[in-house]
């Protein structure tokens, strides 16, 4: 099996800073793009920052000059440096990783369940 976990999510005021940490585990053989998303109430889900294996890195324009994406392979970990948080970026962040299973041909979607960023004064 494989799971993905978020962490780093939490209260913090406008102007702050989180790092959302994201780990994929289990029977992978190997990660491709991994990504965040987020989804607030009563607004579509939000592709925030995605980053391929090979550390190309897009954004979403509200984020962009803010948010930083990263990885580490060796750990099967991506992560996203949120700074100058604003109330408009409160959300659940979900994360996602495209892998191959081990003797599996076909790449996957896997995504966490979501890990809670409240952006409040």
């Known amino acids: 099996q494989v799971q993905v976990a978020e962490s780093g999510g939490g209260l913090v005021q406008p102007g702050g800073s989180l790092r959302l940490s994201c780990v994929a585990s289990?029977?992978?053989?190997?990660?491709?793009?991994m990504g965040w998303y987020r989804q607030a109430p009563e607004k579509q889900r939000e592709l925030v920052a995605t980053?391929?294996?090979?550390?190309?890195?897009n954004y979403a324009d509200s984020v962009k000059g803010r948010f930083t994406i990263s990885r580490d392979n060796a750990r099967n970990t991506v992560y996203l440096q949120m700074n100058s948080l604003k109330p408009e970026d409160a959300a659940v962040y979900l994360c996602?990783?495209?892998?191959?299973?081990?003797?599996?041909?076909?790449?996957?979607?896997?995504w966490g369940k979501g890990t809670l960023v409240t952006v409040s004064s």
């Open positions: 289990g029977n992978i053989y190997s990660i491709y793009t």
């Open positions: 980053i391929t294996s090979g550390g190309s890195t």
């Open positions: 996602y990783c495209d892998l191959k299973r081990y003797r599996d041909s076909e790449i996957m979607d896997y």
